[in-house]
């Protein structure tokens, strides 16, 4: 008798690093060989391969997405006494990173079709306190960056290559968390900018403070945010493969699309990447019940819906609110068969 087929996961991390040998492995020991384990060669290339895959000048490998976000928000003075435009609906990350420099958090409600900041709503939650904007490109998806006379921040975590490097912002910060498009095998983060002094204060800020080694002079009072040459090599190999990747992903979510239109996806967009691919659901605990695939949800509270987050609420987020209570990830990675795609297919039909 035939074992029945496993359902297919929401997401399978062992498939990709097995894809990857047996390079990944050699990219591995070559650092391991080295004896240089930090702000090496690795970093360096590293940087300067994400920088011309993003289209801008400069890309600073930090420790984690919430790091890139933190540290640029410093770089562009964000501090204690001010304030920072945020989605409400978002990883908790977002917000966090506001806090940790200080700052105050105020989240906005979102856009109906997108998930992404409501642009008009932001306008009016400016204040004279306000020193940035963080619009989050959710899922992998564009979303709109407002002109609110204030830096604007994106937050590119889950958007590798899903940026235009003619938008007109002040840096972009981008994880490498696991799951992600393009994910290490450990934390790590970067900061990616046309602003060269920007780069450099972030450069700083991620060794604590030392703005030149030569010098051994520590300019400011900060932590240690530094990506190790083993994340960085891996994460060369993998930036390679990318592209293809994403063209991958894109083909899967164009056939759950096509396969139940009548879904309610996320909005589609020219440049989306699909780290994750959203439909809502009413029903979303019969409908994960029901499903014979693996699911997921991102994200179940909105920030004004987190303990710890509630005390920033100064408006109803109805839009927030209604993408947490009803957003499902279908399962979306590259290294899904076809006919795994095709069982889900069928499922959603």
């Given at each position: 008798?035939?074992?029945?087929?496993?359902?297919?996961?929401?997401?399978?991390?062992?498939?990709?690093?097995?894809?990857?040998?047996?390079?990944?492995?050699?990219?591995?020991?070559?650092?391991?060989?080295?004896?240089?384990y930090?702000?090496?060669?690795?970093?360096?290339?590293?940087?300067?391969?994400?920088?011309?895959?993003c289209?801008?000048?400069?890309?600073?490998?930090?420790?984690?997405?919430?790091?890139?976000?933190?540290?640029?928000?410093?770089?562009?003075?964000?501090?204690?006494?001010?304030?920072?435009?945020?989605p409400?609906?978002t990883?908790?990350?977002?917000?966090?990173?506001?806090?940790?420099?200080?700052?105050?958090?105020?989240?906005?409600?979102?856009d109906?079709?997108?998930?992404?900041?409501?642009?008009?709503l932001?306008a009016?939650?400016?204040?004279?306190?306000?020193?940035?904007?963080?619009?989050?490109?959710?899922?992998?998806?564009?979303?709109?960056?407002?002109?609110?006379?204030?830096?604007?921040?994106?937050?590119a975590?889950?958007?590798?290559?899903?940026?235009d490097?003619?938008?007109?912002?002040?840096?972009?910060?981008?994880?490498?968390?696991?799951?992600?498009?393009l994910?290490?095998?450990?934390?790590?983060?970067?900061?990616?900018?046309?602003?060269?002094?920007?780069?450099?204060?972030?450069?700083?800020?991620?060794?604590?403070?030392?703005?030149?080694p030569?010098?051994?002079?520590?300019?400011?009072v900060?932590?240690?945010?530094?990506?190790?040459?083993?994340?960085?090599?891996?994460?060369?190999?993998?930036?390679?493969?990318?592209?293809?990747?994403?063209?991958?992903?894109?083909?899967?979510?164009?056939?759950?699309?096509?396969?139940?239109?009548?879904?309610?996806?996320q909005?589609?967009h020219?440049?989306?990447?699909?780290?994750?691919?959203?439909?809502?659901?009413?029903?979303?605990?019969g409908?994960?019940?029901?499903?014979?695939?693996?699911?997921?949800?991102?994200?179940?509270?909105?920030?004004?819906?987190?303990?710890?987050?509630?005390?920033?609420?100064?408006?109803?987020?109805?839009?927030a609110?209604?993408?947490?209570?009803?957003?499902?990830?279908?399962?979306?990675?590259p290294?899904?068969?076809?006919d795994?795609?095709?069982?889900?297919?069928?499922?959603?039909?």
């Amino acid at each position: 008798m035939t074992a029945p087929a496993k359902a297919p996961p929401v997401v399978d991390l062992g498939r990709r690093m097995a894809a990857l040998q047996p390079e990944l492995g050699e990219a591995i020991d070559r650092v391991v060989r080295s004896g240089v384990y930090l702000l090496g060669p690795e970093t360096e290339a590293f940087e300067a391969e994400f920088a011309a895959f993003c289209g801008r000048r400069h890309a600073v490998a930090v420790a984690s997405g919430t790091e890139a976000l933190r540290l640029s928000l410093l770089a562009l003075g964000v501090g204690p006494g001010t304030e920072v435009v945020v989605p409400a609906f978002t990883a908790v990350p977002t917000a966090a990173a506001v806090c940790a420099t200080g700052a105050v958090p105020v989240p906005v409600d979102v856009d109906a079709a997108g998930a992404g900041l409501d642009p008009d709503l932001a306008a009016g939650a400016v204040s004279d306190r306000t020193r940035a904007v963080i619009p989050v490109h959710l899922y992998g998806r564009p979303a709109a960056l407002p002109a609110l006379g204030v830096p604007v921040l994106e937050d590119a975590a889950q958007a590798h290559g899903a940026l235009d490097p003619a938008a007109p912002s002040a840096a972009a910060a981008y994880s490498f968390y696991p799951t992600k498009n393009l994910g290490g095998i450990g934390d790590g983060g970067a900061v990616v900018t046309d602003d060269d002094d920007l780069a450099g204060r972030v450069r700083g800020l991620r060794r604590h403070g030392l703005a030149d080694p030569g010098t051994y002079d520590h300019v400011e009072v900060t932590g240690n945010s530094r990506l190790s040459e083993l994340e960085a090599a891996v994460l060369r190999v993998q930036l390679r493969r990318l592209p293809a990747w994403t063209a991958r992903r894109r083909a899967i979510a164009a056939a759950y699309r096509d396969a139940a239109p009548d879904l309610r996806w996320q909005a589609t967009h020219e440049r989306h990447v699909y780290h994750l691919c959203v439909a809502r659901f009413v029903d979303r605990d019969g409908f994960r019940a029901r499903a014979p695939f693996g699911t997921a949800v991102h994200y179940a509270r909105t920030i004004t819906q987190q303990t710890a987050y509630r005390r920033f609420a100064r408006a109803r987020c109805p839009q927030a609110e209604s993408w947490a209570a009803e957003c499902v990830s279908l399962p979306c990675f590259p290294e899904m068969t076809d006919d795994e795609v095709e069982r889900v297919c069928e499922a959603l039909r």
